[in-house]
């Protein structure tokens, strides 16, 4: 590895110092430093939420990496032409999001919430368990996450079917693929999971319109991103009675504004977009890794293709 390698790190937000303690331990040759404007030029950046400005400075990079899965976000800056966007390639993410979406799934099939409630009130009483035949979950998005997440849902012998845009193979889960099949995807599912990555293809892809096609009764589980949802459709069709209810982990505006809907509805449960967290030591590993395999000139995994946008 060439002594004079820079790594410029740019995330506004975060606390730069272990980022900056562990990308030295694990690269000792390189230069590891804070961006700021007019800093020294680096070959390879660390960023999360990077102004323009920061790329508008740093025209020579060679590689960007994302300490996120999605990079819809950094997709919108103008990027230098030749560095490769690449993305954090599970990093100790699917398990976690694997541990959420099954729970967000079991706490509604189980009625966890409804038991919560009567306790709450001195009740000792029992529901009908419900059958798990009458629950099939659909996974959008089956990459790093939805995959983990279909395979996890399958242990739990949910029937489980998913969707993508290249066909896909998965033991335990119907795949469905490409624009062409998304109906009978959506037909087949009466819980809804959603693990895309938000391009212009997938932006309001939950809508009256397509959480309408849903089995009756059926249940939105949304932990991508907000953008996919059209808030107020989710919110008619459950005021309806057409959908039981929604997990939403992501939202157009975070924090979401106090004056939103989703704060106060019964049937909406909500955590702060905290599905599945960034893990600094996996995430430093994986990076300081692959920026060892650039040097050497081999290949790596999770480079994202700009014009398909994930
Ligand atoms: P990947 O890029 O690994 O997988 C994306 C999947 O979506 C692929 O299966 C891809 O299909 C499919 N897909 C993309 N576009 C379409 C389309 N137009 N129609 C059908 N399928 C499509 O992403 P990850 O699994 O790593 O992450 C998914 C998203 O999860 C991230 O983009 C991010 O937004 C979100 N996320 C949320 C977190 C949270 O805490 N809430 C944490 C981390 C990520 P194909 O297989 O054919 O390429
Ligand atoms: C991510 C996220 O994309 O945290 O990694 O949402």
């Not at 980022?19 to 999360?48: F, I, K, N, T």
């Not at 899965?69 to 694997?98: E, F, I, T, W």
């Not at 998304?182 to 309001?204: C, H, R, S, W």
């Not at 939105?220 to 929604?246: C, F, M, P, W, Y």
Request: glycine share 8%.
């Amino acid at each position: 590895m060439p002594l004079t390698m820079n790594i410029t790190f740019c995330c506004p937000g975060s606390t730069a110092e272990p980022w900056l303690l562990g990308l030295r331990a694990a690269l000792p040759q390189a230069q590891v430093e804070v961006w700021h404007s007019g800093a020294a030029r680096a070959d390879y950046a660390v960023v999360w939420a990077p102004p323009q400005q920061f790329f508008d400075e740093q025209p020579q990079l060679r590689g960007v990496f994302a300490i996120g899965a999605g990079v819809d976000a950094l997709l919108k800056l103008r990027l230098p032409a030749q560095a490769r966007v690449v993305r954090l390639d599970d990093a100790g993410m699917s398990v976690q999001m694997a541990e959420y979406v099954c729970q967000a799934v079991i706490r509604h099939f189980r009625e966890l919430d409804a038991y919560a409630a009567a306790i709450a009130q001195g009740q000792w009483s029992y529901r009908k368990p419900r059958k798990r035949a009458d629950f099939p979950v659909g996974v959008m998005g089956l990459g790093v996450l939805g995959t983990r997440v279909a395979q996890a849902l399958a242990q739990f012998e949910f029937p489980v079917v998913g969707w993508s845009r290249s066909a896909r193979t998965i033991e335990g889960v119907r795949c469905f693929a490409g624009a062409a099949q998304f109906k009978d995807f959506l037909a087949a599912a009466k819980v809804l999971v959603n693990l895309l990555p938000l391009t212009p293809d997938t932006q309001g892809i939950m809508c009256l319109d397509t959480l309408s096609q849903l089995q009756h009764g059926g249940y939105v589980v949304n932990v991508a991103r907000g953008a996919h949802l059209v808030d107020e459709d989710l919110l008619a069709l459950i005021d309806s009675g057409q959908l039981a209810g929604a997990t939403v982990d992501v939202f157009r505006t975070e924090p979401l504004p106090p004056e939103h809907r989703f704060w106060q509805h019964p049937k909406i449960t909500m955590t702060p977009h905290t599905a599945a967290r960034t893990l600094r030591d996996e995430s430093i590993a994986q990076i300081a890794g692959k920026i060892e395999a650039m040097e050497r000139g081999e290949p790596i995994a999770g480079i994202v293709d700009p014009v398909r946008g994930y």
